[in-house]
């Protein structure tokens, strides 16, 4: 896997999943929408971490700067 985020790439996904534990934990988002909004939450954090989103790589796209 090549690292295909930048870092203010990162660090939006990285807001925005904790934007979606607030929305969980303050009861906004509840049953089946409040699981499918962890779910990406989750995958954004993961995907920030990680520094690499598939669905990027899948159509080529980098946010990355090329040294």
Excluded: H, Q
Excluded at 38 to 44: E, F, N, S, T
């Amino acid at each position: 896997m090549k690292a295909n985020l930048s870092n203010p790439d990162r660090i939006w996904r990285i807001v925005l999943a904790v934007i979606t534990v607030v929305l969980y934990a303050t009861g906004v988002t509840t049953g089946l929408e409040g699981i499918l909004v962890m779910v990406a939450g989750g995958i954004l954090l993961l995907t920030s971490f990680v520094n690499y989103c598939p669905l990027y790589g899948l159509f080529g796209v980098s946010t990355k700067r090329k040294k």
